[in-house]
Structure formats: C-alpha cells, structure tokens
C-alpha cells in the first residue's frame, strides 16, 4: 500500500540561462530568499535554492540550475514540478507501460534521493523522486503562505484522461470540478483529501500539453508591477477564480513560464 507522501508534490526547480538574473527576477517578485550550494556529484557546478524563513529557520521551496551544455538549444527555460513516491523505478515503469515515457532514466543525486523525468501520455512533464531520508524534515507551513507554491495545474490533452492516468500514478483523486462553459471542466484534484491543483483540456492556444505551477504571493497586483519593472512580461491576468484568490501568468526575462496566486 503506497505511504502517504507518494504523490505529495515536493519540490519545483527552474532551468534558466542565467542564474543570476533569475536569482534577482524571482527574489524580487516572490519575495524568495536565494542562496546556493554545490550541485551534489558534479564538481565545480551550483544549485541555486530558493526558500522561506519559518520563525528561525529556513526552509527551501524551489531549486534552480542551468541547463546543460548538452541540451542547450533543445530545452528552454523551464519550470518543473517534482512529486514524491515510493520507488522511482517502480513508478517509472508504470508510467511507460500506461502509455507514458521516461524521458531521463532513474538515476541517484548524493544526499537528496533517487528521482527521474517522466511525461504522461499527452506529453506533460514531470519529475519523481524518492527523497532520501533527512535527520530534521523541513518546517510545517499552511497552505497559502507567501512564498510556498500554492497551486499546480495541467493543461491536458484530455483532461478526464489525465486525471484517470495520474491517478493511477500518484493517487490522486478528483476533489470537484469547475464548468468553464466552452472551455470545458476544470477538475480540482486532491493527494491525501487536500486540494493541491487543477486539470483541464488543454485550450487551443497552449500548443503542447504541460504543467504550470503557482507560486503564492501577498498581493498578485504588486507583483505584476515587479515582474514588468524587471524585464518579465506577462500573458494573462490578473484573474480572479473561485476561492477569493487572483492568479496571473507571466514569463521571466529568461524565458520560463511561471504563475502566481494571492488573494483578492
């Protein structure tokens, strides 16, 4: 029987071109700490860490990295979701044989755990891992705490697919649904009886099938000054939806698309 952290989203990371500009552009817009540390078996490389002070500790949310030489002009800046589970490998496997791919095999990073880069039918990406066990797990934060990312949302080739394969694959179940009209329904979906983000069919504009994640903030409207006043532009909002909260979308002068949520 699968524990209760497997299909717990856990961690987000930015691929970028340049990680001191994105280090300034989000510690600005979010309000993020930045610090780094050496990139765990890679000599000479950096991880960036983006986090949070709980009273007097910090607590990491977000990692960033420079995409590889290798995969320079292949992959663009991007941001990407890592989801929590038991056995990499095993939900790897399950993952191809439902009709998904293994886009990098599992592999172990020294010290932080096992994880791999897998897409589910449609094509949308994301990340597993089998975190390594920590001394001092992090601090315990609500929902909704500025800085945490607060929501994350798949633009599906079918979203009714989607949230079939995905349960299968994490455990997620549908929570409730949103009638969007021509737009189709919105299905909240939920790890462990807690709301944790949406699925829809993906609407003719967004070309590929993806993820988005949401980062929380105390006033989107302030941040949408600092995302223009810092080169980012953005590409829909401010909107408000259910729940007494404003989402916006925007892209980072790096190229990433990212998302952000506050309240009213």
Not at 168 to 176: E, L, P, R, S
Request: proline share 10%; hydrophobic share 45%; charged share 15%.
């Amino acid at each position: 029987m699968p524990s209760q952290y497997h299909g717990k989203f856990i961690w987000c990371e930015l691929m970028t071109t340049d990680m001191a500009a994105a280090r300034a552009f989000y510690s600005a817009v979010v309000g993020w700490e930045a610090s780094s540390m050496p990139m765990p078996g890679v000599e000479g490389a950096e991880y960036g860490i983006f986090g949070i002070k709980v009273g007097e500790r910090d607590r990491g949310v977000a990692g960033m990295m420079v995409i590889p030489p290798e995969m320079a002009g292949q992959m663009p800046p991007n941001w990407t979701g890592y989801v929590a589970v038991d056995d990499v490998d095993a939900t790897a496997k399950a993952f191809a044989e439902a009709g998904g791919a293994v886009r990098r095999p599992p592999q172990d990073i020294p010290d932080i755990g096992r994880f791999a880069v897998v897409a589910d039918p449609h094509g949308a990406v994301i990340c597993i891992m089998t975190p390594a066990p920590m001394d001092t797990p992090p601090p315990e934060v609500a929902p909704g705490t500025p800085g945490l990312v607060g929501w994350h949302e798949l633009y599906a080739g079918n979203g009714e697919e989607a949230l079939s394969f995905y349960g299968a694959m994490f455990g997620w179940v549908k929570h409730h649904e949103f009638d969007m009209g021509p737009m189709g329904k919105y299905l909240i979906f939920a790890h462990q009886g807690e709301a944790v983000g949406g699925m829809m069919t993906r609407p003719p504009q967004v070309p590929v099938a993806c993820w988005s994640n949401y980062f929380s903030v105390p006033s989107v409207e302030a941040a949408l000054a600092t995302i223009q006043a810092r080169g980012g532009s953005v590409v829909h909002g401010p909107q408000e939806v259910p729940g007494d909260s404003v989402i916006l979308q925007a892209i980072d002068p790096q190229g990433a698309h990212f998302a952000l949520v506050g309240p009213k």
